[in-house]
């Protein structure tokens, strides 16, 4: 007897995420040059934040927070309407996008160090991010609005040790 395969909610994110990723890097292959001259101003961005003082590093964190806090919001207020399982397979596919392109970005710049470069910038706060997504996306379908305090107020906490790590613990990273 043949087995049915079954499309399940997470396996569309998956496939969202992975077309995504395919999509970010057909387009950097496509950008070329211009992809170039915005690699080399990752390496300027990354320089300038390793030097910050310890009040504009508060600034940055504060920045940091409030747009990822915004973020979280809306994909809160996204999760409790009847779009949330569809807004949420969109955000994976830009997420991937987004992934796909700056490592073929960074790979055109630093060549084989790219992905690494890459995995470093990225990999602190999303530690913390990701579980939070993950958490976001997987419960959209079910709606959000349906969540306790306590996993509000968990997401919350993760999301904050996130912005730490994005504002105090990625600039130390970047400038080894």
Request: glycine share 12%; with cysteine; aromatic share 12%.
């Amino acid at each position: 007897m043949a087995r049915r395969f079954r499309l399940t909610y997470s396996t569309v994110l998956l496939c969202c995420l992975l077309c995504g990723t395919a999509a970010g890097t057909v387009l950097a292959n496509g950008l070329g040059e211009q992809l170039r001259e915005l690699a080399g101003g990752f390496g300027l961005q990354a320089a300038a934040y390793a030097d910050l003082t310890a009040g504009r590093r508060r600034a940055l964190w504060g920045y940091v927070a409030r747009r990822r806090f915004a973020e979280l919001g809306l994909a809160a207020l996204v999760g409790m309407t009847p779009l949330a399982a569809g807004g949420f397979a969109a955000a994976a596919f830009a997420a991937g996008a987004v992934c796909g392109l700056s490592v073929s970005a960074l790979t055109l710049k630093r060549g084989v160090w790219g992905l690494p470069v890459f995995l470093l910038s990225a990999m602190p706060q999303w530690l913390m991010y990701l579980p939070v997504w993950s958490f976001m996306a997987l419960r959209a379908e079910e709606g959000l609005d349906r969540l306790r305090l306590r996993d509000w107020l968990l997401l919350a906490v993760f999301a904050a040790a996130g912005t730490f790590l994005e504002a105090y613990g990625n600039p130390l990273l970047m400038h080894f």
